[in-house]
């Protein structure tokens, strides 16, 4: 039983560059969810989605988009990467408004 | 911010004390949780406690829920080295008309267990 797994778990970028980061879970969750983490700043919120086909803004979203095609995917997008952007990842989902489930996290270096 | 805040923000004690974490908040919440996370690794959830409860026990941890002071602490007992990771608190807020709760961590604490 995987969980959540996300892919990459590290990563390198130019300014400028984008990339895509995979969430994928196998618990049938409805709720998904895309965090960052940075030092002293605890995990901040960037998007959420409540169901398959929704998606919704968290407290830092600008900069980042999300699609959640499939249930058990929900996709985080940098378009135009900049070196503030440069975090620990974390996707985390949930059957309810309960208990998060998290990924081992995802490093982005932005230079 | 809604954002919770940890006290201390670090604890380094010795195997077999006690280990306690506060986390204070600052609108009504309808739950409150616990979440530890290892150097390197994702978070866990360790425990989840509502809005009308005032303690709940699991194992060795004890967490306590004062919403007229809107703080709550968690209390490791008989400390282990194992135990040596970051506790955050995060705050569940209603949104919207879906019953989604909104999910806010505070900065941790960085707790040191010493053999």
């Known amino acids: 039983n995987a969980g959540v797994t996300q892919t990459p778990k590290f990563r390198v970028l130019k300014t400028g560059q984008s990339m895509t980061l995979l969430c994928a879970q196998d618990?049938?969750?409805?709720?998904m969810y895309w965090y960052r983490q940075d030092p002293g700043m605890g995990l901040r919120l960037i998007h959420y989605?409540?169901?398959?086909?929704?998606?919704a803004k968290g407290e830092v979203p600008d900069g980042y988009n999300v699609s959640r095609l499939k249930k058990q995917n929900f996709l985080l997008g940098l378009e135009s990467a900049a070196p503030s952007q440069t975090s620990v990842y974390f996707c985390?989902?949930?059957?309810?408004?309960?208990?998060?489930?998290f990924g081992e996290g995802s490093r982005l270096t932005v230079l | 911010s809604q954002q919770g805040e940890e006290d201390p923000q670090a604890l380094s004690i010795q195997e077999g004390e006690n280990a306690t974490m506060n986390c204070s908040y600052k609108t009504s919440i309808n739950n409150l949780q616990w979440y530890r996370q290892n150097s390197g690794r994702g978070l866990v959830h360790l425990i989840l406690i509502r809005s009308n409860e005032r303690e709940k026990h699991s194992g060795r941890l004890r967490v306590t829920l004062d919403t007229s002071k809107k703080s709550s602490s968690l209390l490791i007992t008989a400390s282990r080295a194992a135990d040596t990771a970051s506790y955050f608190c995060?705050?569940?807020?209603?949104?919207?008309?879906?019953?989604?709760?909104?999910?806010?961590f505070g900065a941790g604490t960085r707790l040191a267990v010493h053999p």
């Open positions: 985390a989902s949930s059957l309810n408004t309960g208990e998060l489930f």
């Open positions: 989605s409540v169901g398959e086909g929704t998606t």
């Open positions: 618990m049938n969750h409805e709720y």
């Open positions: 995060a705050t569940a807020y209603g949104v919207g008309g879906w019953g989604y709760n909104k999910l806010i």
